[in-house]
Antibody, heavy 119, light 106 residues
């Protein structure tokens, strides 16, 4: 089973940019879609967006204009950038693999990284 | 966006009980419905996909059913390690949305 590992700062100031990376360990980043999902007490689990190995992206409409997901296939990594953050963006952020082989589902998850937005 | 409504929001059970969790979508999602289990401090774990397919390694006491807008997750005989929160998620169309979860308590 593929393993995923999130990394990035756990504290971001309001109005600044939240930047996280996810490394795909013990597996290939090719031929799959890769996603970011966040979880907060107020909103539950929320899919943020996905990217495939060619760089094609799909985002939740409520974050359009603030979110960018990118991929670095040479380093088996993909990244999340969320600009102009507010306290409402505080959450536990997960990266996950979106498997489209026999249906569509998140079959591998990172352990999650807690991000707080605070001055 | 498709809204996913789970019921009940919490459920008390004893070891050996049969438990059913339901999930209703706000529109027809065919069988594009997945179930996840989450334990405290852990990431969600895929249990079922496309409504009734059991993920590899998941015990066969878990089963899923339904199509269209109404779905169920059944645990035939609850084991101590099954006490957790369960989420449904639709993969019919983006944005891919989750239910708010069902907490299975002892």
């Amino acid at each position: 089973q593929v393993q995923l590992q999130e990394s990035g700062p756990g504290l971001v100031k309001p109005s600044e940019t939240l930047s996280l990376s996810c490394t795909v360990v013990s597996g290939s980043i090719s031929n799959y879609y890769w996603s970011w999902i966040r979880q907060s007490p107020g909103k539950g689990l929320e899919w943020i967006g996905s990217i495939d190995y060619s760089g094609s992206t799909n985002y939740i409409p409520s974050l359009m204009g603030r979110v960018t997901i990118s991929i670095d296939t040479s380093n088996n990594q993909f990244s999340l950038a969320l600009i102009s953050v507010t306290a409402g963006d505080s959450a536990l952020y997960y990266c996950a693999r979106w498997n489209a082989a026999a249906g569509y589902y998140f079959d591998s998850w990172g352990q999650g990284i807690l991000v707080a937005v605070s001055s | 966006d498709i809204q996913m409504t789970q019921s009940p929001s919490s459920l008390s059970a004893s070891v050996g009980d049969r438990v059913i969790i339901t999930c209703r979508a706000s529109q027809n999602i065919r069988t594009y419905l997945n179930w996840y289990q989450q334990k405290p401090g852990k990431a969600p774990k895929l249990l079922m996909y496309t409504a009734s397919s059991l993920e590899s390694g998941v015990p066969t006491r878990f089963s899923g059913g339904g199509s269209g807008a109404d779905f169920t997750l059944t645990i035939s005989s609850v084991q101590p390690e099954d006490f957790a929160t369960y989420y449904c998620q639709q993969s019919y169309i983006a944005p891919y949305t989750f239910g708010l979860g069902t907490v299975l308590e002892i």
